[in-house]
């Protein structure tokens, strides 16, 4: 990959012109570099050792055709790409991102352009092998066993007379030629692939573009199915037959998790010895300034508040394109999750104004509506009880819809699964009677089904303003609960209190903070919980990286240990 | 409460089936449709491991629901129950069995001995022996509806017979029913367990067909043999083939004795009783006693002027002949400090004469020889009877009047 800095402005930020040649995306210098296009489709994939073999056996039986696991992988990365670009994000994501983090990889981790490295024969289990090899293989059956994990996708069912697991004698088989071994081989130094992967491929790519979409807005359209992940193998080719081994690799039957697509997308980036990444400034879409904003919409919180979370920004110095973009390795950097920081800030703020003890917010939103009754001009006065009864309305409904959606989620699809042969007619018949169940009760369901996906949209909840109900705070004044000192508008509340005095070492024990509800005021629970559902992450998460801005914030206090209830930060 | 965002498989369908549940519990059977539809493609991940796998939860819920439905049918049953029966093997006689049971239910009497005859032919490797017990109750269900038939049979027979009519074909019918259900329940009724049903239908073609040794002996086996489980209408239907016969009374006794022991508040206790007072030996009438004082321990009884008239009668012959006040004393006892307030409250009087006087008159002939003349319940009521010169009234004041120190004698 091209990791030249630009000889015009020292970026490394490249792109590929029409005509193929690099140019530089910050300054649209263009270089006298050129490249192949690389064609994505994996039959053509361009693999050193099946090229040197001679040509690819095509079976002319219903086998299907010999495909390797990384071809797999890379057919679903094809097809991501190509959804989230029907979502929005740029054409160059597929193509030039995307493509050349994943040629990378395999390089890397010796998948392809490469030579095998010598003495790593690649001991084949292919369905056809009556060899000797099966004795001398340890046993692969460990791995067929149901696992709590994802992929435990063994179909046996109990009509079996002799309910018998997968005996050696039928060879634990894969439809790809090294599932089997993909399995098997110690694979830690070597970054295996996997499902969760995808997404952090996806990330890092989106990351890279610096593409309006966070890793919770990625991991949501997932899990509403806008983006292939679950059944991916649907979209395979008729030729590349999954079974056995290769449904632990390709099939998911859980949803995906943050935390660990976000690790694994670090680990990656260290991986693949990426640079920098572009840098993260105040224009773009991930920046703290933005989101916060993005949230404070949606949160239905007034505008007002941008001004507050700036200010904050500013003071602890996280708005510097250095503290917000990713170094690839660079060990001793806290890595930001924007959606995360973002809405810490709003948590932040909302403390600082509100002080959210669940006492004071209630007395100051009395005073406000007091205020506002004598509020002629201009709008009105934001009063927290008003905004806390109708965000908690609305989040009840969503949050209860949103329970059932859990409960009613469809982890399979109309293309079985079998882990071998035989199994292929009970599997069938299965699943012919899951689809004859499934209409003989619907039809009893009553209520029509609703329409299969919502819209993708990156808000969940939306306020109008020209709703007259007064059910939108967009365009509330805070100066209900601000006063003038020195000709300038500060909070009445004088206090804060802080999550914890200390964090705890994230090395240890995970968490930078152990966040428990009982411990913390209902009103701090309450917007917690607000923003976790938007975020689709634990209270916990955000709880954690509160407690981070906090300690920067009131840095100066703490390692004086002097009281901090004076004062108020500007 | 914290909601966690991870899920998986098993975390959904755990979900799934508990919105399922709290949509049955409050009836709500098209909200448990349209859940059970996101549940079902657990079976493609049926590891019958867990204890109720997600085939038996199917099969049960879609029952539940499909009985209950507005819009279901029974031809829509059948067609689900015919799909379970093939998703358990382990399971297939039970859901005959069940499905069998339905359709008797809803009075397709001969779909359902279709069923049974079509499980009693199934075979199915170790399983045919493992699923012994439910094969058993298969050809028992089956042999029952064949005693149906014969049943039936006979009163045709019966009727024809009155016309005058002969009918060779019915009878043989008949007789091949008889065959075939008494094979049947015969089997069953070895088997230690509750089959009363079973059993009266067998005992009931016995008798029939004059085999009363045979009855004899399979009612005498399902009352006395302790394998079985204590169940108290073996000893009545022993009891009710006994007298049927015109057995002795010593076997009568011995037969409700037992009765007595296990359910002193049966209903059968007052001919128990009745028979117990006539019997000339002592031992029997303290028996006598002491059963229909059992008896009216029990709230259920507490309006039955039969029940009071045994007591009241039994009483009074005690009484008058100054024999075996003992007996009485030792009954009274363990019930002095709460059978007043229990039946002889001024309350009960009131209402028990105002209701009953028949009642009133034995319990107030009772009371006034338990309690003497000075009790509340005994003084309102001869009070009112007499008021209202009905001569029995006065017949028992003037009774309880001159037998008014035996109360202090057994209440001492």
New interface residues.
């Given amino acids: 990959d091209f990791n030249e800095r630009c000889a015009q402005c020292s970026e490394v930020n490249w792109g590929l012109t029409d005509g193929g040649r690099f140019y530089c995306r910050s300054c649209h210098n263009v270089t006298e570099r050129t490249r192949e296009v690389v064609n994505t489709d994996f039959i053509s994939n361009a693999r050193v050792q099946t090229i040197s073999k001679g040509l690819r056996k095509q079976e002319k039986n219903d086998r299907g055709c010999e495909w390797y696991v990384c071809e797999g992988f890379q057919f679903v990365l094809k097809k991501q790409a190509e959804a989230l670009e029907a979502l929005g994000v740029c054409p160059q994501m597929k193509d030039d991102v995307l493509c050349n983090f994943w040629r990378c990889y395999l390089q890397k981790s010796k998948q392809a352009y490469c030579n095998r490295p010598a003495g790593e024969t690649i001991r084949v289990l292919s369905v056809h092998d009556s060899s000797t090899d099966v004795d001398s293989e340890p046993s692969l059956l460990h791995l067929l066993s149901?696992s709590?994990s994802?992929g435990d996708?063994?179909?046996?069912?109990?009509?079996a007379?002799s309910a018998s697991k997968v005996s050696a004698s039928t060879s634990v088989c894969s439809g790809s030629v090294d599932g089997s071994l993909y399995l098997m081989k110690n694979q830690k130094e070597k970054l295996r692939m996997t499902m969760p992967m995808t997404l952090s491929f996806c990330y890092m790519a989106l990351l890279w573009l610096r593409e309006p979409m966070t890793l919770s807005d990625l991991l949501r359209f997932v899990v509403e199915g806008h983006i292939p992940y679950f059944n991916v193998f649907k979209h395979f080719p008729e030729k590349m037959k999954l079974c056995g081994l290769d449904l632990k690799i390709f099939c998911v039957?859980?949803?995906p998790?943050y935390e660990e697509v976000h690790n694994k997308m670090l680990e990656l980036a260290a991986f693949l010895d990426l640079p920098r990444f572009p840098d993260i400034t105040d224009s773009c879409f991930l920046h703290p300034d933005m989101l916060c904003m993005k949230y404070l919409m949606e949160a239905n919180l007034p505008d007002d508040l941008h001004n507050w979370t700036c200010r904050v920004v500013k003071k602890i110095c996280i708005g510097e394109a250095d503290f917000l973009t990713l170094v690839p390795g660079n060990k001793s950097t806290r890595k930001v999750k924007y959606d995360v920081l973002a809405v810490a800030l709003i948590v932040v703020v909302l403390k600082l104004l509100f002080l959210l003890d669940d006492h004071y917010e209630w007395l100051l939103s009395d005073f406000a509506e007091e205020r506002n009754k004598n509020n002629k001009e201009g709008g009105p006065y934001f009063e927290f009880k008003k905004w806390y009864k109708v965000i908690k309305c609305s989040l009840d409904v969503e949050?209860k819809k949103l329970?059932?959606e859990?409960?009613?989620?469809?982890?399979?699809c109309e293309k079985?699964l079998f882990y071998s042969a035989e199994k292929k007619s009970k599997?069938l018949?299965?699943?012919q009677?899951?689809v004859?169940?499934?209409n003989?009760?619907?039809?009893?369901?009553?209520?029509v089904r609703p329409a299969e996906k919502p819209n993708p949209s990156s808000f969940q909840l939306s306020w109008s303003e020209e709703n007259t109900d007064g059910s939108c705070f967009h365009g509330h004044s805070l100066k209900g609960i601000l006063q003038e000192k020195c000709g300038v508008l500060t909070a009445m509340n004088p206090d804060y209190w802080l999550c914890t005095d200390k964090l705890c070492t994230e090395k240890l024990c995970g968490h930078l903070a152990h966040y428990r509800?009982a411990d913390f005021p209902h009103s701090y629970h309450f917007v917690l919980?607000l923003f976790?559902?938007l975020l689709?992450?634990?209270?916990s998460y955000i709880h954690d990286e509160v407690c981070v801005v906090e300690q920067k914030l009131f840095n100066k206090k703490l390692f004086k240990k002097t009281k901090y209830s004076t004062g108020r930060r500007k | 409460s914290s909601h966690e965002h991870k899920l998986n498989f098993k975390k959904s369908k755990e979900l799934c089936l508990s919105y399922i549940q709290d949509a049955m519990l409050q009836k709500q059977w098209k909200r448990a449709a349209e859940f059970l539809t996101f549940y079902v493609e657990s079976l493609e991940k049926d590891f019958s491991r867990e204890y109720v796998g997600p085939s038996e939860m199917i099969w049960r819920i879609g029952t539940e629901i499909l009985c209950h439905h507005s819009h279901s049918n029974m031809k829509e049953f059948n067609s689900f129950i015919e799909q379970m029966k093939t998703l358990g093997v382990k399971r297939y006689l039970k859901v005959c069995l069940e499905h069998a049971f339905h359709l008797l239910c809803n009075g397709l009497i001969d779909e359902a001995y279709q069923n049974l005859s079509l499980a009693e032919s199934w075979r199915f490797g170790e399983q045919t022996a493992i699923q012994d017990k439910e094969m058993k109750l298969i050809q028992a269900y089956r042999g029952l509806l064949d005693y149906y038939s014969w049943s039936k049979q006979k009163n045709i027979l019966i009727e024809h017979g009155q016309d005058g009519f002969e009918d060779v074909s019915v009878e043989q019918e008949m007789h091949s029913s008889f065959q075939k259900a008494a094979v049947n329940l015969k089997e069953i009724i070895k088997v230690p367990g509750v089959w009363d049903v079973f059993v009266k239908c067998y005992v009931d073609l016995l008798e029939f067909y004059g085999d009363h040794n045979e009855a004899r002996q399979v009612l005498n086996e399902y009352a006395y043999n302790s394998k079985f489980p204590a169940n108290p209408n073996a000893h009545v239907y022993l009891y009710q083939f006994l007298k049927r016969h015109g057995e002795s009374k010593k076997s009568l006794v011995s037969a409700l004795k037992i009765l007595h022991e296990i359910v002193p508040s049966h209903e059968l206790m007052i001919d128990f009783n009745t028979m117990l007072q006539k019997s000339k030996k002592r031992k029997k009438r303290r028996l006598g006693l002491e059963v229909i004082f059992a008896v009216l321990d029990y709230a259920g009884w507490k309006e039955n002027v039969k029940a009071w008239s045994c007591l009241a009668r039994q009483v009074k012959q005690i009484v008058i002949s100054e024999k075996h006040l003992d007996w009485i004393k030792q009954e009274w006892n363990s019930r002095k400090d709460w059978w007043p307030a229990f039946h002889f409250s001024r309350y009960l009087a009131k209402s028990n004469w105002q209701e009953n006087t028949s009642l009133s008159y034995e319990k107030a002939l009772v009371a006034g020889i338990l309690l003497g003349k000075d009790c509340k319940y005994f003084k309102y009521v001869s009070h009112q009877g007499c008021k209202t010169r009905v001569k029995r009234f006065r017949i028992m004041k003037k009774f309880v009047n001159k037998h008014n120190l035996v109360y202090q004698r057994i209440s001492g």
Avoid: H
């Fill in positions: 149901p709590e994802e996708l063994q179909t046996d069912c109990s009509f007379s039957e859980s949803w998790v949050q329970d059932e859990r409960a009613k989620y469809l982890w399979r079985p599997v018949k299965r699943r009677m899951v004859n169940l499934q003989q009760f619907g039809k009893l369901s009553g209520s509800e919980r976790s559902f689709r992450i634990q209270p």
